[in-house]
Structures are given as C-alpha cells and as structure tokens.
C-alpha cells in the first residue's frame, strides 16, 4: 500500500477551511457564492474521507505500540485487533484514493441520449427501440425523467432515431459507458425459418451542457422554420412549429418537432446543439490527454462495437472488459444494468489509478 502524500492532503484540508470561511463571511458576491458552495459541496466528501484514512492510520499505530511495548495481556489483546485495523485503514486507503482520482467536470450532469438504427434493417430500428426502453427503465428506477427531443419511427416499429433528455443529478456519471455500438443477435419476426439475424444500433450519451458551458453566438445559427412531419393529426399539417438549426462554423445539424410550440422546440434544439457542441469539445480535449494510451472503458469511440444481446442464449457480453452475464431479460428490463455499468466504473476506476501510478 502507497501511502498518500500528505502535504497534498493537507493542501486540500487548508483549501476546505478557506472556502468555508469565504462563504461563512458573506462577502462573496452571488455568482461566487454559487461557485464557491459547489466546491465546498465537492470538498466535504473529500475532507471526510481523509479524516478517515488518518483516523485508521493512528488506530493501527497505536495497536502496534501496544503490540511493541505493552504487558501480556495488552500485546494479545491488540495483536487481535490488529488484522481488523489492517483491513480498516486498506478501506480507507482505497477510498481516499479513488475519491482523489480526477473527476470529469460533466459527471454530475443530466445527459442527452441518442439512438439509432445502424444495419440490419427494420429488425435495427426494432432493436433501437428496445433499446431505449431498456433505458427508459433504467433511469424511472434511478428516479430521473425521460423527455423525448425528436424520433423517428421505423417501418414495422422501433426508431430509425430518437433522442431524449435523462434529467437528473449524477445521469452521466451512469450512462457516459453506454456509448458504442450495440449488437442483437436473435430471430426477428418477419424471420419465417427461425435464422438468427445479427442487427445493431448505435448509442451516444451527450452531457447536457448550459449557456455557460458553451458559448454560441446567434451569428453562426442558421435557423429554418417548417412544418412537423410524421404522425400527429391536423396539427402537423397547419403549424410550421418544427425547428432546424445549423451550426456553420462546425455542420453541425439538429431538428427537433416534438412539441406544438415553435418556442419549446427551439428551446430544446439549442439545448442539443449546446450539447453537441460541449460533447465535441470535450471529446477533443480527451484526445489530446489520451494520445499516449487508448482506454478500453470510456474511450469514446462510437463505431466501436462494445456490446452484443444473444437472445437464443439469454446472454450479454460488453467486450471492453469481457464481461458476460446470462441475464439478457433483466439487463432488457433496466432491473440488471447497473451490474454492467458497476463493472464498466470499476475498470474505468482502475485505469485511472494506473495512469495517476497509485495502482
């Protein structure tokens, strides 16, 4: 076990104590009052978490000291406790560690998921769409709301595409692993003879990022206005209430028509502009600091394929970290996911620990 430097801890006690007193004097002005009290917030953990690991520090200390120097009586005494405290102040170790690792700025964020068909067909669109339903269930047990931004709709069902706002605290932190290549493996209905059909569909989890985050300026929008498509009665065909915006400076495209109100849609097309935007930059960034290694877990690259669902054999592999569980119907549910996502933090954890050398 690496002992933890502590002038680093120390440096992070000294800052809690300033933040605390910045915030107690009430001198700040509002915006750094906000700033100021989502670093204490962040900080707290952090400071409990070192007052823990000094706290099983002193515990076996003191234990071998009496093992050292003590009667009898004492030594046997603490040479019981001592692989108690050992195991204690190891907890406290690794916990300190992993809450020290550097944290990603969107962890916390609500996200933006995207889904779409890719081959296979109307059994893609089919499975795109079980997909999302796989998600819808996970995040209504997690407590967080689902708000579809745009779909569309395959021929015999599912979707060819459809994106959604997951909102809630600690969203991204959750589904930022999901994004990749996703594949189905199973017999479609349309399927006469029983062949299995191998499909796939791809997923992109964005963090929702605010004005802040990321600037644009109305200078670079090309805004169109026009008219809804798809179903929706007389009113797709009256109102020109969907929007298309494009980013000139990047391409980028977005088109939102869910809602009747030209002003909503607009709304929730700059909201996924802004995270398209914020999700290049970052993806950018990333690639600057990941130029000497490329992750397994978390690298980001979408066409690559991470996940296979074989429905004959009730089976799901991620293979960024082999992982295979035959427990397709659960994790279909969204009541199993979270043993693939723990497994997928779990290494992302440890390689971010080997890159920091506290492995």
Do not use: C
Not at 57 to 79: F, H, K, Q, V, Y
Not at 251 to 275: C, D, P, T, Y
Not at 317 to 343: C, F, P, Q, S, W
Request: charged content about 30%; aromatic content about 4%.
């Amino acid at each position: 076990m690496t002992p933890i430097p502590s002038d680093r801890l120390d440096a992070i006690l000294a800052r809690h104590d300033i933040v605390t007193a910045m915030l107690s004097t009430g001198s700040a002005d509002a915006e750094s009052f906000v700033a100021l009290s989502r670093e204490l917030s962040g900080l707290d953990g952090v400071v409990a978490s070192i007052q823990a690991y000094r706290a099983a520090i002193d515990n076996l200390s003191g234990i071998e000291t009496l093992i050292a120097g003590g009667d009898a009586e004492l030594r046997a005494l603490a040479a019981d406790e001592k692989p108690e405290a050992e195991e204690a102040l190891e907890k406290a170790h690794r916990g300190l560690q992993l809450i020290l690792l550097p944290k990603d700025a969107a962890d916390e964020k609500s996200a933006i998921l995207e889904i779409r068909a890719g081959t296979g067909g109307d059994e893609a669109a089919l499975f795109a769409g079980d997909l999302f339903e796989m998600y819808a269930k996970y995040a209504e047990a997690k407590g967080w709301r689902v708000e579809v931004i745009s779909q569309s709709e395959g021929t015999m069902g599912g979707y060819r595409e459809i994106f959604a706002e997951v909102n809630g605290r600690g969203v991204f932190s959750r589904l930022k692993f999901e994004s990749g290549a996703h594949r189905v493996q199973r017999v479609p209905e349309t399927e006469t003879q029983g062949r299995i059909h191998t499909s796939a569909a791809t997923v992109a989890v964005l963090p929702e990022a605010e004005e802040v985050d990321i600037v644009i300026n109305d200078s670079d929008l090309k805004i169109d206005t026009m008219r809804a498509q798809g179903a929706g009665g007389q009113h797709v065909n009256k109102t020109e209430s969907a929007i298309r915006i494009t980013h000139l400076p990047t391409g980028i495209v977005v088109f939102v028509q869910e809602e009747r109100s030209q002003h909503k849609n607009r709304a929730r097309a700059m909201s996924l502009l802004r995270a398209k935007l914020y999700d290049a930059e970052r993806t950018a960034k990333d690639s600057v600091r990941a130029a000497d290694r490329k992750a397994q877990v978390g690298s980001g690259d979408r066409s690559e394929r991470i996940r296979t669902y074989n429905f004959p054999q009730a089976r799901v592999t991620d293979h960024r970290i082999n992982l295979t569980l035959y427990k397709l119907e659960e994790i279909m549910a969204g009541t199993a996911l979270d043993e693939v996502i723990d497994a997928l933090v779990t290494e992302h954890q440890a390689e971010l620990l080997a890159a920091e050398g506290m492995a």
